[in-house]
């Protein structure tokens, strides 16, 4: 019998935090055969990266172990083995590609010079050979203008871009074994299946096994063979690909595959009240150049966009990163400056003064994108909560503040009892959960949800999603929701709006677009959002 | 989750002031400096009642005096004068005690008490009498040190609080509005930085009479720079947080999301620098004295002290007291302000383990 490519047996990692272990992973089995695509899948935490960075050995030593395992590459013992040893194997027959393309690429050196190190280092290659090849593999994976390009910084590239030249330098020395770790996590959704595509061409061209690590299950179809689930460090089930969705038999693995976000967005009432609308909205950032900084152009992150919300209706915004969707939504609030109009309950508040904004601002409201960044660290989340109470004079008595804290906590689903608690003790979603408490506490009408569960896990989606939907029924809030993540739109939007380079690209109800849609770039973040497929659009 | 309550002082505290407590006391040598300069500072605070020519007490026929606190004439112990009793005189002292006792301070000398019977003529060695001996005007050296202790370390404390008081208000305006507001201090700040301030306050200290508060003002005008560039950089940091919006959008005023929000993040920044700029302040408060352009004629200081025993080298005991006590005095402030920089090390703890 041939052995597998990589054979994972028993495998526990331990990390040493002050003093105290903690268990990352614990026992896990896998296998890798020549030229296959194994997935790893699991929510964050989950032990996913930790099981991919032990095969290449890159973990922090010593305060993380095994206390068990073997890890066998190529019949070749990986723990313990030399570091020599593990040099020959890094970057030469595993290679690696990172979530992030921003911070996995050196920002001071071309992108030429960090492909020839790798060809320097493991092939000895002479600076006019490892420059051809350089060539060679930047046209592989399909960057455009690879010859102009060579010189260029990570900077000048695109998020898709520098994702193709981690995988040029990954694939620079034809490994048996790549492991991709998250690859399209961090980019717009037709990258990513334009990216997917180039990875799933390039293992058929060299015939190399693929470890994919990924939280998301649309992906795991697409591009693998066997399927390893992973949740708190144990793999709870693997198998092939068919097997698991057909039959998952793990309770986690139902779970898992449940969590789509789900439902029907909720119709407004006929005749509901028009709480804002918005006409002709521009932002325009002037683009200065010159010794006397006059201004040459406009960079137009939002032009001439109008939008209307009715009480209890949620309209969407979608649009993929540098589309403008945030600016619009801070134009709405005023905290960007804008042109055009703003009314909000038929009252023009684009030009009224700072002081009466501050009494409107009761009503609408805002949720972020990061529940770690828009809580601030060193306060409780009682004092998170009450402070637009203290801002708007709401409650008179402490009792009756804290009786509406109370309220406002189990509303969103938290136990009041941990108000003391200040805000890294939460999880994400229970983070994105204060912040939406924070928000309706004050009773407001409208609320702008600038991409709210865009850094959530899939099932904490749903229910963030669920959340919200409920809290609509309840109060008739009006919602704008920014997303970039079409499927989570789809299960709360009631119209929806297609944004890019700052314009409406389509504007129709929900249902319109996600079955009709007219326009060939909704088509094309259609196809790549549900099928993860690659429509050529021409630019527009 | 941790579900313990974390208390310090009596006041619940976060868990990241809990782990920074515990890092500021990981570090011994700055922990133990902190404890003996806060005694050494408590015990100078109260230097009158320990080093004084006045008696802590006196019992004179019956009735008790307290002539710290009270003046009282001669002619209430039988003298001839009507101006205030001068404890010292050993007429007098023969005067109270026909009729009653005296309790003296620990040290039966002020700062400007002149030592009336010296065995041997100004500057004296060490005796059992005056410990640290007298310098050139028959003044104890133990009492001088004790006030020059105090008037150094309130100096530094008063100019630090009141420098790091303006340069975070500044700093923080023009971090958080930023453009032009930000653009004129910077510049501005840029000439005045480029004063040479020694010369200044030499030249100014020459023009007026120095006092305390005039030395403080004077020093004020060049030290408040410090801390502005930490503090703008945090502010300029920290206002496109998501909480700072978020509570923009909740309707907080400006100001409020400053204090609130924006500040206590440059706070770390300012915590750490504080015991430097202390050190800082008291030096330069001991160089001008050294060269004595500093404190008036007379008050305790300890760089008069350096001063007086440069020229009596033949007492070095003068300066050996002035230079230790200096010494120590800063290390003591450097070995805390490291202890906090560790304390605000967000990196301390990896260190460790992970």
Redesign the interface.
Known sequence: MVNPLLLVEDLSVD?????KKIEAVSNVNFQIEKGETVALVGESGSGKSVTALSIMQLL?YP?ARHPNGSIIFNNQEVIGSSQGMMKNIRGNEISIIFQEPMTSLNPLHTIEKQINEVLFIHRGLTKDNAFSRTLELLELVGLADAKKRLDAYPHELSGGERQRVMIAMALANEPKLLIADEPTTALDVTIQAQILELLLDLQNKFDMSMLFITHDLGIVKKMAQKVCVMHKGKIVESGSISNIFDNPSHDYTKHLLSAEPSGQALRPKRGAKRILQARNIKVWFPIKEGLLKRTKDYLKAVDNISVEVREGQTVGVVGESGSGKTTLG?AL?R?EKSEGSIEFNQQKISEIRTNK??????E???V???PF??????M?VSQIIE??LN??KIASSSNEKTDLIVKAMEEVGLDPDSR???P??FSGGQRQRI?IA?AIV?KPKFIVLDEPTSALDRSVQAQIIDLLRNLQTKHGLGYLFISHDLKVIRAISDRVIVMRHGKIIENNTSSRIFENPEDPYTKSLLAAAFDLEVIKTNKI | ??ERNLKFMGR?I???TERRLSNFRANKRGYWSLWIFVVLFIFTLFAEFISNDKPLLVSFEENFYYPIFQSYPETVFGGDFETETNYTDPYVIELIEKKGWIIWPLIPYSYDTAVIDLQSPAPSPPTTQNWLGTDDQARDVTARLIYGFRISVLFGFTLTILSSFIGIISGAIQGYFGGWIDLLFQRFIEIWSSLPTLFLLIILASVVEPTFWLLLGLMLLFSWMSLVGVVRAEFLRARN???V?????????NW?IMF??VL?NAMVATLTFLPFITAGSITVLTSLDFLGFGLPPGSPSLGEMLKQGKENIQAPWLGFTAFLSIAIMLSLMIFIGEAIRDAYDPRK?IK???
């Open positions: 990390f040493i935090v002050s003093g922090p305060s801070l609030l905290l904004l501050r009494q409107l601002r009761r609408i409201q805002i972020f994108q990061d960044g828009s809580l601030s660290p060193r409780s402070e637009g801002i708007h003391y608690r200040f890294h003790e912040a924070r004050l | 989750m941790n619940p976060s868990p990241l947080f998501d909480y919006r978020a509570a923009r959008a909740l309707g907080m005023p409020q609130r929000h206590p703890q460790e383990g992970l």
